[in-house]
């Protein structure tokens, strides 16, 4: 495919400036010129597809439990910004149809993180795959991702057309084999991960590479020059948009 997405991400919608995954966070990095995002989505449990890192909320809200157990008339409750700042009291956790709408707002990209509750892998992948199709029309299409195969799989089956990229936390020797049966178009690492040599083995095999969480502008530089195609960072200030190796 051809490649549109920015050299430079902001993890999780505004990085270490705003609570994670929400509306105020994509805010924080438009701010900052960023024309990209990452963020998380999982459903609740009726089915509704919102913005959430963790399986539990006790982390980054004033919930408890796990979320997607709750309907969205309880999560809708949920504080998702005091845990950070009084500032950002009263922020919500936000639909995915409610960030589509921001990133049109910004004319931001979008990299949407598949994380699904433990075991409802297709559903979510499947789920986030349509959703997706119909609320970013007209738009560059978003990078779908997700540690989950099962929640790849779905999304390849349901929406062929949308990209996608496998996210690895650990080296497999088999990327090159399960990249292919699910028709990534990239792959997301951990950027301890990488060397040269590895680098430059996964851009021959045809693979864009997005590297996760580059916080230190120096290590950037140099995942950059080897090659890599996005840095996804916290340091949305000091790692901006316009930054290059």
């Known amino acids: 495919m051809n490649w549109p997405y920015p050299r430079i991400v902001a993890h999780r919608g505004g990085g270490k400036l705003a ?44 919930g408890w439990g796990v979320a997607g157990d709750l309907t969205w008339d309880a999560l809708l409750n949920v504080d998702a910004g005091s845990w950070y700042s009084g500032a950002f009291k009263g922020e919500k956790l936000p639909l995915l149809s409610e960030v589509a709408e921001r990133c049109r707002t910004h004319r931001m990209m979008a990299n949407i993180e598949i994380k699904p509750t433990t075991g409802t892998g297709p559903e979510t992948g ?27 799989e779905a999304a390849q089956t349901a929406v062929p057309e949308l990209p996608r990229g496998l ?9 090159q084999a399960l990249t292919a049966r699910l028709g990534c178009v990239s792959i997301h690492l951990n950027h301890r991960l990488l060397d040269k040599a590895r680098t430059a083995e996964l851009k021959a095999a045809g693979l864009h590479i997005l590297v996760y969480t580059v916080n230190d502008p120096r290590r950037a530089a140099t995942l950059l020059g080897w090659g890599v195609d996005c840095i996804c960072t916290d340091r949305i200030d000091e790692i901006g948009p316009d930054f290059s190796a």
């Open 126 to 152: 499947r789920a986030v795959a349509l959703a997706a199709r119909e609320l970013w029309q007209g738009m560059t299409p978003p990078l779908l991702s997700s540690f989950d195969i099962d929640a790849l």
């Open 167 to 175: 996210l690895l936390d650990e080296w497999r020797d088999d990327w």
């Open 19 to 62: 609570p994670e995954n929400t509306l105020a966070a994509i805010d924080m990095g438009a701010h900052y010129g960023h024309t990209m995002i990452e963020f998380d989505v999982k459903l609740s449990r009726d089915g509704q597809i919102f913005l959430l890192h963790d399986d539990t909320l006790e982390r980054t809200s004033n």
